[in-house]
């Protein structure tokens, strides 16, 4: 193939994906930018808290090493990762051999529906309102997605993949365990893969967050499911891109013989790093005192300004909304310095809303409380 026609087959691509949601926004982050007091951008979920030294040092202590790393991920590594799912989640059948690390998770969701071998024609199920990678993994692949957020309403249809959230990005909705095991069961009668994206799984308020691979939800058989753990909002790495998926062996193995073959390797420092993270629970735990403090000071805030909060039981965001375009509540939110991303971003269900994020310092925080009062 020609320098010209690799071109014109990168251009067919990218004119399947949707414009980036968060260059539609310039205008209202200048207007915040522009207050006296300075931008409070709760417009993304960006950690602004210290790595903990503990993984700075394991960090520090594996960048000696010179040579390749391999694809599948250290030993320890492994282990670690299936122990905290184990330990923090209640994962049962969970072991080093079901586990791959990934360059952050946002890369291994856009690949993943090309890299399980889907192609054009094929059907790829994303909620209703959605992180945007789902979307944009199945448009990679020239896959169909659809937006459904229950199996009634996909009737009889045969999906390849089904993307489910819990808790979500951007709404903080919860899936209870019957629903889940109604969706791995509706799933499983057709042959599809359930990814489950967990990212927010130790981040739940107010409802109890369950993941995919808890035998109250597969019964202790991982076929088929694949869950996917972030070490970005737990933990703070979201600069080390730091991630891992978990679950159905076979599928695992066939994830890895891909990334061997295109290179796709998480940094030997980095993985140093994510074996003491997930080790330890003590930074966790204070990780997530932070936000809930920061959460229970916004909402109020959020709340005594009149908006209506929906679900938010869990992760890092208050789903708001004032009963109006939520284009125009990110305009209302920048004239006071504010900067929240609409709901828009997320589908088209989502368009009287906005996404208002934890994830700024605790001054942050309070100027947003005492603007909004």
Not at 221 to 246: I, M, P
């Amino acid at each position: 193939m020609s320098t010209a026609d690799d071109v014109r087959a990168a251009r067919r691509v990218s004119s399947r994906l949707p414009d980036f949601p968060w260059d539609t926004i310039a205008e209202a982050k200048s207007r915040a930018a522009a207050h006296p007091d300075g931008i409070v951008d709760l417009s993304v979920g960006t950690p602004v808290d210290p790595v903990d030294p503990l993984i700075r040092e394991a960090l520090a202590a594996a960048s000696e090493f010179p040579g390749y790393p391999t694809t599948v991920g250290t030993l320890a590594l492994r282990e670690a990762a299936a122990g905290a799912l184990v330990r923090r989640y209640g994962a049962s059948d969970v072991d080093e051999s079901s586990v791959l690390p990934v360059i952050g998770t946002k890369e291994a969701i856009a690949g993943l529906v090309s890299t399980l071998g889907v192609g054009p024609g094929e059907t790829v199920v994303i909620p209703e309102v959605a992180y945007p990678t789902y979307e944009v993994s199945a448009l990679l692949a020239g896959a169909r997605p659809v937006r459904a957020d229950s199996t009634i309403a996909l009737g009889p249809s045969t999906p390849a993949v089904v993307f489910i959230n819990s808790p979500s990005n951007p709404t903080g909705k919860v899936l209870g365990v019957e629903h889940l095991r109604k969706v791995v069961g509706w799933a499983r009668e057709r042959g599809a893969i359930v990814v489950s994206d967990e990212c927010y799984l130790g981040l739940a308020w107010d409802a109890e967050a369950v993941s995919v691979l808890d035998p109250r939800v597969s019964d202790g058989d991982h076929t088929g499911l694949l869950a996917v753990h972030s070490l970005s909002k737990v933990s703070n790495l979201a600069s080390y891109r730091a991630g891992f998926l978990a679950g159905d062996r076979d599928l695992v193995a066939e994830l890895l013989a891909v990334r061997k073959h295109s290179g796709l390797i998480v940094p030997f420092p980095i993985q140093g790093a994510m074996t003491v993270a997930l080790t330890d629970d003590a930074h966790v735990d204070a990780q997530r005192a932070r936000y809930a403090r920061r959460r229970d000071v916004l909402r109020a805030a959020v709340l005594g300004a009149g908006f209506t909060i929906d679900h938010s039981e869990a992760g890092l965001y208050l789903w708001a909304t004032r009963g109006e375009s939520g284009r125009d509540t990110v305009a209302w939110l920048a004239e006071r310095g504010i900067l929240a991303a609409p709901g828009d971003f997320y589908g088209p269900s989502g368009t009287q809303h906005v996404r208002i994020a934890l994830t700024a310092t605790d001054e942050r925080i309070a100027a947003a409380a005492q603007r909004l009062a």
